[in-house]
């Protein structure tokens, strides 16, 4: 799925346009018994409920695509029967009128995810009426072209309350609250199966993780049962071991900040594209070599490559690079500037030694003290 799709999805979850056709919910504690398990029509919930509800469920179709929100595919053998997506499949077939098969689902996610934390596990299920598409992209609600039927389910954490004075209106005075177990937001979930190309697409789910470098491996494997993604944090990893591998003794500040410089300005041509720019082998040998690395250094490229990725790897360009600043650090000392400005810091030799060099203007605080003079 790419952004828009995310957000046609997404765009469901209001009062005007809701689809909801069922919820099903089950709290567990931290020794992992099934304190309440409830199901009904959503329709029939009060309405501040619905929105709690639509926010949890927001939560899950997060718009930062390949980071927290993650696309997974089920290989021929995971859709055999008996698997975890012969069960989603159930699941969604029966839009969760079938007690049976949720508590198979319910069994299955208490087992894929150790904590000592009660949750609860929401599930929705959903009949989008896909509405058509004219030349100029608008959309035609009297032309659907097929029924986008789903389910949605989150994990959310539910822990007691902070203790608190609380004004008691009938004795006229302040007491000690109630502790009330309050519901946080989710901290993975998915939606299956997925809407690609505006369409139903058995073969692939939409992922979400509040942890985008920490995945719940056992919840996936256990509830999902297909391939794990790689995620953002070790694909800044792999590229970061790739660079150094490659260049070795040529890694020096003026090659790794035009790399920075490249990753950059691809991510900001591409922001308001709905797909995540996407780099293979070639694009990254590409990349290196426009950021100055000499052909000594990309002979063995491919080797390298294969070695540290693997066969095929294609990393998401967001994921290597920092959209929001631009760092340098030393045992000591750190420097942190906006992506776009990354030609405030040059790499000099100052009285026999290699330093950093930065700029400075009449704007300088120390400590929160503007100083008049440097």
């Known amino acids: 799925m790419n952004k828009k799709e995310i957000s046609e999805i997404k765009k469901q979850f209001t009062p005007d346009r809701c689809a909801i056709s069922k919820i099903a919910l089950c709290y567990v504690d931290g020794e992992k018994n099934k304190v309440s398990v409830t199901a009904g029509s959503f329709s029939t919930l009060e309405e501040e409920e619905q929105f709690k509800y639509f ?117 006229n005075t302040f007491r000690d609250r109630i502790r009330d177990r309050i519901v946080a937001a989710p901290v ?15 073969h692939s789910l939409l992922f979400y993780s509040k942890k985008a470098d920490e995945l719940p491996t056992d919840y996936i494997d256990s509830v999902l049962g297909c391939a794990l993604p790689v995620t953002a944090g070790a694909q800044k990893e792999t590229f970061a071991e790739l660079i150094q591998e490659t260049l070795g003794d040529r890694c020096d500040f003026a090659t790794v900040k035009n790399i920075h410089d490249q990753l950059h300005e691809l991510t900001e041509k591409a922001k308001d594209s709905p797909d ?5 082998e070639g694009d990254i040998k590409a990349i290196l070599e426009q950021s100055g690395a000499d052909d000594e250094k990309m002979e063995n490229f491919a080797g390298r490559f294969e070695k540290a990725a693997g ?35 040059e790499q000099k030799e100052v009285d026999g030694r290699s330093c950093l060099v930065i700029p400075v203007t009449d704007e300088v605080t120390v400590n929160g003290i503007k100083i008049r003079d440097i």
């Open 188 to 202: 993975f979930g998915f939606l299956f199966p997925a809407f690609n190309d505006r369409s139903t697409d058995i």
């Open 55 to 171: 926010a949890i469920i927001r939560r899950v179709l997060s718009s930062s695509l390949g980071r927290s929100t993650l696309n997974m595919e089920f290989s021929l053998d995971q859709e055999e029967t008996g698997t975890p997506h012969d069960l989603l499949m159930q699941l969604n077939a029966s839009a969760l009128e079938d007690n049976g098969l949720l508590d198979k689902f319910y069994d299955a996610v208490i087992a894929g995810y150790d904590t000592a934390e009660n949750y609860l596990i929401v599930t929705i299920h959903a009949d989008y009426d896909v509405p058509g598409k004219a030349k100029d992209n608008s959309e035609m609600f009297d032309a659907s072209e097929e029924v986008y039927s789903y389910i949605l389910s989150a994990v959310c954490p539910v822990s007691l309350a902070k203790p608190a004075l609380a004004f008691d209106a009938e004795a």
């Open 311 to 345: 066969e095929n790897m294609e990393f998401n360009a967001g994921n290597l690079t920092d959209g929001k600043k631009f760092e340098v650090h030393t045992p000591d000392i750190e420097i942190r500037v906006s992506p776009d400005r990354t030609d405030l810091i």
């Open 276 to 280: 995540p720019v996407m780099l293979d």
